[in-house]
Nanobody, 124 residues
């Protein structure tokens, strides 16, 4: 049984920073790519960022490029999303996802495991 547990969400003001964490258990975490997605109220879930199994490559949605940083610590089975210069439009539930593959992807169907989500709210 694979479990992904996100933490670190909260209510912040525009311009602030947050770091989300996702702790994984139940399989060989270090062999697979990981991703972050988000879903705003009334909208479909969208890709945010992804990282290759060894952390050697990352990929970002244009909307967060330059502001967000994804990283991972395979020794701790944890993936992070550092979010700087937050904007009200970043408000969403953020989901951690575990890929079926070792290389990163922006497509939901490439992810097999999902966390329960953590709420990020950015006030103006």
């Amino acid at each position: 049984q694979v479990q992904l547990v996100e933490s670190g969400g909260g209510l912040v003001q525009a311009g602030d920073s947050l770091r989300l964490s996702c702790a994984a258990s139940g399989r060989t975490f270090s062999s697979y790519a990981m991703g972050w997605f988000r879903q705003a109220p009334g909208k479909e879930r969208e890709f945010v960022a992804a990282i290759k199994w060894n952390g050697g490559s990352t990929y970002y949605a244009d909307s967060v490029k330059g502001r967000f940083t994804i990283s991972r610590d395979n020794a701790k089975n944890t993936v992070y999303l550092r979010m700087n210069s937050l904007k009200p439009e970043d408000t969403a539930v953020y989901y951690c996802a575990g890929s079926r593959y070792s290389d990163y992807s922006q497509y939901e169907h490439d992810y097999r495991y999902w966390g329960q989500g953590t709420q990020v709210t950015v006030s103006s």
